[in-house]
């Protein structure tokens, strides 16, 4: 009998198996030879990402069942032996008790990726084939593809390798036929045999090998010998990528190739096979300047299609400048929810990433036209990653939440990375195609409302972008590997890198780079870019005092980025995350200032000094936080974004209610207290002028609940358990910390001081004259100084009453910020000869103006001013409230002749407190409180005080 099997040899040229034709049901040794993989040289510990594959459609695609442990487990996973140079071994005794599979389940492969202990190196999926028919036949030789055709040159010979093999009986020939042709016969298990192939196209290969009782098995393969390139111009107007042309229906591909012979498209068009209509003209200016390109008619407009290029016969990708990509082993697990109608990938077609194009695209109706973003020195940015921010973590959901980050006081929000990177769930620093709309978040014109929706509530979008590196999907890897010595496009590496370092001084990085930062701004509008990690922006990098700089080469290449990104957007935001010598960001902060250019930005991290600060610990410079001003780094203009805490970094609440100090009762590692802390750090950094950044759910005090732990980049759990999510594996969601009535309060606090930054130009404006004072002690004291307003801020940092010095810059009224108290300034107050006493924890802004004050109770209560005794009040007072009728706040205004205990309620007619508004221990002193009724109808209201033996009424109206 005949036993038709269209089997393939799986077995790549990276791995063999003894046996050589291994069954399910039988012990088999895996060697993997790592020579001209990213593995090559490597000798430290190899693990095995491995499962089964079990049904013959999802033969070498991404479907595996029964995989052993996760990514990256390297205490489940199987640990290879070395065994060689290079080459290295895998026993599996039981192939079903190995993977834990039931002996009832069909095994059609074995799945692998192996990859180094610390996951940075890996090969592509290798698949071994599992044999259970009675009779088979393989192709040995040639080096077959996992899918389609092998493509031949014209002018080359096949060289043909078979083997067979029967389970029960003696394998007594092999048949070779080339079409219907017999062209070979052996009569043994193996024949070897070299064909011409003298016409192009395709032709069909086919092996039949019979045993001694007449069972016969079949298998064949395609070949396709490549008709000769045709060289000529690439069409005028088209670049390099996917152009669509006016005419719905047609698309031209260009790719940037040298050193490659042959090009086929391939795609949804002509069902993945090589096809000489689908053979790629060549373009050659020079040896590294070729472009092979194509256009294809008959495109149904509207319609997705997906599409590679096949270079060589061998390689598989998308392209570089692709929108959007499909995956094999990812696109599976995004929910209908998240993104509908999903095309789905062409499984057992191709492997690897897939590029998507589709002509007759609905542009989509932008709302926002007249949006202005904010200037650089009012920026007060919201650091997030949305799959930490949000349940669904979808970008339709942040178009949704903006109003939160709105009434904070936010007026850009920092996108952790969306373009495309691997799997499904990251921080989005392993990007592959950085052009392409990560899909894990939701469909691209979900992102542009995202970006819409801001731009109506005048909040700018800045994208985080990786292009120091790219992993292995890359097609900037793909096309010649991973190696640096045979890839132009990768750079040398350096001590931060991951992944592959990019060449950042080829002319195709720096085109491909620049189309990437047109794209975003002209397609998104989104407003600016975070780049990440500059410092690796050069080729001598690996040099340790380069990597730091000053670096001429780095600067030429970061200047040059600029002068093309502010070519076409003199307003974009350019971000560094640089963290390198002071000279370098300084020249890179003003450069191109004097032909109108805003220059960049360059984070600037003070995470351990308002860490320091927070806690308590003020010894020396540990808390010493005047570097988050530009001009006491040497800055001339307002270009370095201060924070104190990114996605980098510890919490400072982690660092609060694990690390603070304590003393005589007062305690920071007491939420409450830890709380108030975060406060008093708000209003020494909040209130600096200069662009500022908030890492997401500072606001309420994140960091040292359950799971609230980062765990450091060396690998190890640093301050955090063993359990806690690793450093970039989600963390929890905590928006119900905005119930809590402590951490409401910390963003109330915020808010108010955001209100008070953007509504006066003290705060922002680059003339303001900003002078700090005891920044290595306890009590810290800024004073701001404007033609239109004064401002000091003055606190204590550490765990006992203290004195400060506000250094009040004239004599005068001043106002407290918080309490909305007047204090009369004389002359002998200005300066620092004037100190009060602040309990711990406790700060006070004094505005020279008038200004809208906060609800009472918001910020530690704080002692009185130490004013002459014959300034304060002479007796008990409450003062009618004003205004009077109000809608829907009103001040309320009372004075203590003496401390005492104050109890400050309102009632309704009927009597029923409503409200407390005082209810503690106070100092003599004047004081005055908003009473907020937004929540409450329209009628007559009344005031009740208790204070030292007296009580006072007040009738007040509100009407809506």
């Excluded at 024949?191 to 039949?208: F, W």
């Excluded at 409302?449 to 992993?471: F, G, P, Q």
């Excluded at 809208?852 to 300034?871: F, K, N, R």
Aim: aromatic letters at 12%.
């Amino acid at each position: 009998m005949l036993l038709t099997f269209s089997f393939v040899q799986n077995v790549t040229a990276q791995i063999t198996t003894e046996p050589s034709f291994p069954s399910a049901d039988r012990p088999v040794t895996i060697t993997f030879d790592a020579s001209d993989t990213n593995l090559e040289g490597y000798s430290g510990s190899l693990y095995a990402h491995t499962g089964l594959i079990v049904t013959e459609q999802d033969k070498n695609s991404g479907a595996w069942q029964y995989v052993i442990g996760n990514w990256g487990q390297n205490n489940v996973q199987p640990e290879l032996d070395m065994i060689g140079q290079d080459l290295w071994e895998l026993h599996i005794e039981d192939i079903y008790s190995f993977y834990d599979a039931p002996d009832t389940e069909s095994i059609y492969q074995l799945a692998f990726v192996f990859r180094s202990s610390d996951g940075n190196s890996q090969t592509g999926d290798l698949f071994v084939d599992i044999y259970s028919e009675l009779v088979v036949v393989r192709f040995d030789k040639p080096s077959l593809p996992q899918f389609g055709s092998l493509i031949l040159s014209d002018d080359e010979l096949l060289e043909v390798e078979m083997s067979a093999n029967s389970l029960e009986y003696e394998i007594i020939s092999i048949e070779l036929l080339l079409n219907d042709d017999v062209v070979a016969v052996s009569d043994s298990a193996f024949l070897a045999y070299d064909i011409d192939i003298d016409a192009t196209g395709r032709a069909l290969i086919t092996a039949v090998a019979e045993d001694s009782q007449g069972n016969k098995a079949e298998n064949s393969f395609h070949t396709t010998v490549s008709p000769p390139v045709t060289e000529a111009p690439v069409p005028d107007g088209m670049e390099l990528g996917i152009n669509y042309h006016d005419q719905d229906d047609r698309a031209t591909f260009v790719l940037w190739a040298p050193e490659k012979e042959f090009v086929y498209l391939i795609g949804d068009f002509n069902d993945w096979e090589p096809e000489s209509d689908y053979f790629m003209a060549r373009e050659t200016a020079r040896s590294d300047s070729v472009l092979y390109w194509i256009t294809v008619d008959g495109l149904e407009p509207g319609v997705e299609y997906g599409f590679q290029y096949l270079i060589d016969g061998e390689i598989r990708m998308g392209d570089p400048f692709s929108h959007k990509v499909l995956s094999p082993w990812n696109d599976q697990y995004i929910s209908g929810s998240v993104y509908p109608n999903l095309k789905e990938y062409p499984h057992g077609k191709t492997n690897h990433m897939v590029s998507v194009m589709q002509t007759g695209q609905e542009p989509y109706d932008w709302q926002s036209v007249d949006y202005q973003r904010p200037d650089q020195s009012e920026l007060v940015i919201y650091e997030l990653v949305i799959r930490d921010f949000l349940e669904d973590g979808t970008y339709r959901s942040l178009a949704d939440t903006l109003d939160y980050l709105k009434r904070l006081g936010v007026n850009a929000i920092e996108l952790m990375p969306v373009s495309n990177f691997d799997g499904n769930d990251s921080w989005g620093y392993n990007p592959n195609f950085h052009l392409a709309l990560d899909k894990a978040y939701g469909p691209a014109d979900e992102f542009r409302r995202l970006v819409d929706e801001a731009h109506k509530r005048d909040m700018a979008v800045i994208l985080d972008v990786v292009y120091n590196h790219a992993t292995g999907q890359s097609p900037l890897i793909r096309l010649y590997g991973e190696s640096r010595e045979r890839n132009p496009l990768i750079g040398p590496g350096h001590a931060f890198n991951v992944f592959n370092h990019l060449n950042h001084d080829h002319p195709f990085i720096k085109y491909w780079m620049d189309r990437a930062n047109r794209y975003w701004m002209e397609e998104f509008n989104v407003d600016g870019y975070r780049f990440d990690l500059t410092k690796g922006f050069a080729t001598n990098v690996q040099d340790g005092a380069l990597l730091q700089g000053p670096n001429p080469e780095r600067i030429v290449n970061l200047k040059r980025m600029a002068d093309e990104l502010w070519s076409f957007d003199p307003e974009a935001y350019i971000i560094l995350e640089h963290f390198a010598d002071n000279a370098e960001e300084k020249e890179l902060a003003e450069y191109r200032l004097d032909d109108g250019m805003p220059g960049m930005m360059l984070w600037g991290n003070h995470n351990y000094n308002y860490s320091e600060a927070s806690m308590g610990w003020h010894g020396g410079s540990r808390s010493n936080f005047s570097g988050v001003y530009h001009k006491n780094r040497g800055w001339d203009v307002p270009n370095l974004i201060g924070y104190m805490e990114s996605h980098d970094e510890q919490w400072l609440m982690f660092k609060n209610l694990n690390y603070g100090n304590s003393m005589d009762g007062y305690d920071i590692t007491e939420l409450e207290t830890a709380l108030d802390r975060q406060k008093l750090a708000g209003a020494f950094f909040l209130t600096i002028p200069g662009p500022k950044m908030i890492w997401q759910f500072g606001e309420l005090g994140y960091g040292g609940g359950p799971d609230e732990c980062l765990k450091p980049g060396d690998g190890t759990d640093g301050e955090c358990r063993p359990d806690d999510p690793g450093r970039t594996a989600r963390k929890p969601i905590r928006w119900d910390y905005y119930d809590d009535p402590d951490r409401n309060a910390l963003y109330q606090t915020w808010q108010w001081l955001l209100k008070l930054r953007h509504e006066n130009p003290v705060f922002h404006d680059t003339a303001t004259d900003v002078a700090m004072y005891g920044m290595n002690t306890a009590s810290k004291t800024i004073t701001l100084q404007y033609e239109t307003m004064d401002v000091s801020i003055t606190g204590n940092f550490g765990v006992i009453e203290r004195d400060v010095f506000p250094r009040f810059t004239h004599e005068g009224t001043w106002y407290d910020y918080f309490s909305g108290d007047e204090i009369e300034v004389s002359s002998d107050m200005v300066g620092d000869s004037y100190s009060m006493s602040l309990p711990p924890g406790v700060f006070r802004i004094f505005t020279s103006e008038p200004v809208e004050t906060p609800p009472a109770g918001l910020t530690p209560t704080s002692a009185a001013i130490d004013q002459d005794p014959s300034d304060l009040p002479e007796r008990f007072t409450l003062d009618q409230n004003y205004p009077n009728p109000f809608n829907p706040a009103t001040n309320i205004a009372f004075e203590l002749p003496e401390a005492v205990q104050v109890k400050l309620h309102v009632y309704n007619i009927i009597g029923q407190r409503v409200s407390t508004l005082v209810n503690e221990f106070r100092e003599a002193g004047s004081y005055t409180v908003v009473f907020d009724a937004s929540q409450l109808g329209s009628g007559t209201y009344l005031i009740k005080m208790d204070a030292g033996g007296h009580r006072f009424t007040r009738k007040m109206m509100l009407i809506k």
